[in-house]
């Protein structure tokens, strides 16, 4: 362990460990990734090009408060000793000896050990050859994302999206769309646009033939009742129906 | 429209369509986890840079053959035209007069879509501004990724990816795990275990506090039974316990 703690502890999220990460642009999107998602406690073991990585700065625009304050470890079981419960991403799940979750099931899973006062850790591989069985040695249950077989290569980057993704479905507040939606129409409304449609058409002679006129009103008013009509888009028809019997026939 | 169709269409999967994107690495990082979650019909609206676009393809290393069969078109609507349902990503919902959905929702929606027989697009708006209002029109609903709101920007290549990974969610096979996990261990095995060590702890005096002896054994019982041994660990600890009386006591 190289600096004087293990990276920023407050709050009661997990802790993403960058196991040997190669490309300080994948470090740096995975800065983004976790913050994208509000994920802030990064820890980073032997990375390749050295500690701090300029590279992975530029590409954290933003994000770069993560690296600042990432721990930095020479060894997997250093940047861990603080954990309880440790997670494995892998591509293709070889040690079968631990259990194996999908990203949602992981998150749903450290979820719990945080609420039961746990420390939790997420192992990211290194990009070329993911983590090794001895890494994978060092944790609880081992996590992987269902992909394509014919192509199931995920970037760093876009594992620790998908990590960070399904972690922020479980904690981040809602999408705020309770009462936004202007409210539909009410029967009342709808069929008062239908019967001044009706109207507008039996002057026009739409219903003229005469053999076809109960399937006709029968279409028309199922296709007004069957759109999901809000009261807007009530005030607009009206205002179309008005306009286009303004508009008089064509010439 | 430019080529002579709307790009591949078998299958009965959703159709991608890139709107206006700016950067060929964009596209290609789409078109590779769009193949990472086995989707293959993508659609390019006005790319910036023209088409095709070779750093698309530098970029797609793998996925190359979605660039080769991508429909190319000048306008959205054109693009879509095929389409009957139509799911806009936008970061800030502002068209609030439709439905409003997460990438889990929409996939569950398009599926659906898809079942009854109707052919679905999901649009990705360009890399600086995302969607505009007017593009918005022509969409049947919203769909929107819960973000940090102190960082909800989300690169083209990573929105893709999210909506690609919850379409495998649904769609690709589940993690090959059933049956693979070596079984846990009976309980007959288990208190064999423990008898056996219990009886070496006996001899080696571990026990020899009698007052404390029947909460120590209760605590060492409970402890080997709580642990999710398999059979496999069962036989390993035999092996280890036997190795341990061999060592002997320590110089």
Redesign the interface.
């Known amino acids: 362990m190289q600096d004087s703690s293990h990276g920023a502890q407050e709050g009661s999220d997990p802790v993403f460990v960058l196991v040997r990460p190669q490309l300080g642009e994948n470090i740096g999107a995975s800065a983004?990734?976790m913050?994208?998602?509000?994920l802030e406690r990064m820890r980073v073991v032997d990375p390749r090009d050295g500690w701090p990585n300029p590279a992975a700065y530029s590409m954290a625009t933003?994000?770069g408060r993560l690296l600042d304050h990432a721990g930095h470890f020479e060894s997997l079981p250093e940047a861990v000793s603080d954990c309880a419960r440790v997670y494995a991403t892998t591509a293709r799940?070889r040690d079968?000896?631990?259990?194996?979750l999908?990203p949602?099931e992981a998150a749903a899973a450290i979820d719990a050990d945080i609420q039961a006062g746990n420390r939790v850790a997420v192992l990211f591989g290194p990009e070329r050859t993911g983590l090794t069985t001895e890494d994978v040695t060092v944790a609880s249950a081992i996590v992987?994302?269902?992909?394509?077989?014919?192509?199931?290569?995920?970037n760093l980057g876009?594992c620790v999206?998908?990590m960070a993704?399904e972690w922020?479905?479980r904690r981040?507040?809602?999408?705020?769309?309770k009462g936004?939606?202007?409210p539909l129409a009410t029967v009342e409304h709808v069929e008062r646009l239908h019967g001044i449609l009706a109207g507008h058409l039996e002057e026009s002679g739409y219903f003229s033939a005469r053999d076809r006129e109960p399937s006709m009103r029968a279409n028309l008013r199922n296709l007004v009742s069957r759109l999901p009509l809000?009261e807007?888009d009530v005030r607009t028809l009206h205002g179309v129906f008005v306009s286009l019997r303004k508009a008089g026939p064509k010439a």
């Open positions: 983004r990734a913050w994208n998602f509000g933003g994000a799940p079968l000896t631990k259990e194996l999908t949602e992987s994302v269902k992909t394509n077989p014919e192509f199931s290569s995920l876009q999206l998908l993704y922020g479905r981040l507040d809602p999408l705020p769309r936004e939606l202007s809000t807007a």
